[in-house]
C-alpha cells in the first residue's frame, strides 16, 4: 500500500508518525476556489443557484449510490524499465 486516509485525532496521527516504517503523516489542506461559473459552465446549475429539470445531477439523482475510487497501483506505464 502506497497510503491511505483516515480522520484521526492528532494524538493518534503523532503516535503514528512516530513509527519508523512511516514515510510522512499530513494534514488535509483546504484549497481557495478558483471559480464561481463552473457550475453554470457544465450546465449543473442555471446562474441563479437553480438545478434544472434536465441537469445531470437530476439525471444522476445526484450522485446517489454512487461508488467512487481511486486505485493507485504505484506503477509507472509511461517510462521503459
Partial sequence: ??????LLEEEKAAE???NPN????SKNK????M????????G???????VPKDSIWEK???GEGAIIANID?????FLSS
Avoid: H, Q
Fill in 73 to 77: 497501483t504505484g506503477e509507472v506505464t
Fill in 35 to 42: 471559480t464561481t461559473r463552473s457550475w453554470e459552465f457544465l
Fill in 1 to 6: 500500500m502506497n497510503g491511505f486516509t483516515a
Fill in 16 to 18: 503514528i508518525a512516530k
Fill in 30 to 33: 483546504g484549497y481557495k476556489l
Fill in 60 to 62: 444522476a439523482k445526484y
Fill in 22 to 25: 512511516v514515510v510522512s503523516v
Fill in 44 to 50: 449543473l446549475e442555471s446562474s441563479n443557484g437553480i
